[in-house]
């Protein structure tokens, strides 16, 4: 009879669990598929909403460096009751 050394393998408690994926991505994945459930639910409000979101972002990605011109240079002073008086100047960077 032939005697083979017999392997030593770690019991499945030691070793490390594969495959196991963050909290965040299932927590993503439910996100994602209760948006998907309301948008499909409710398109009209969904289709309104990511407009106005659009129209939004426009506004502020043409707005912000209007304004910031306009405003160059410009000192502005407020009372804070309790504070005092807040100078705010607008510049570039």
Same mark, same amino acid.
């Given at each position: *009879?032939?005697? !083979?050394?017999?392997? +030593?393998?770690?019991?499945?408690?030691? +070793?490390?669990?594969?495959?196991?994926?963050?909290?965040?991505?299932?927590?993503?994945?439910? @996100?994602?598929?209760?948006? @998907? @459930?309301?948008? %499909?639910?409710?398109?009209?409000?969904?289709?309104?909403?990511?407009?106005? @979101?659009?129209?939004?972002?426009?506004?502020?990605?043409?707005?912000?460096? %209007?304004?910031?011109? !306009?405003?160059?240079?410009? *000192?502005?002073?407020?009372?804070?009751?309790?504070?005092?008086?807040? +100078?705010? !100047?607008?510049?570039?960077?």
């Amino acid at each position: *009879m032939i005697s !083979r050394p017999h392997p +030593q393998h770690d019991s499945p408690a030691r +070793q490390p669990p594969t495959g196991v994926e963050p909290i965040t991505g299932g927590i993503a994945f439910v @996100l994602a598929a209760l948006a @998907l @459930l309301v948008i %499909a639910s409710y398109p009209v409000y969904a289709a309104a909403f990511g407009g106005a @979101l659009a129209v939004a972002v426009a506004l502020v990605r043409v707005g912000g460096p %209007a304004l910031g011109r !306009r405003l160059h240079g410009r *000192m502005t002073e407020l009372d804070v009751p309790g504070l005092g008086t807040v +100078q705010i !100047r607008v510049t570039a960077r």
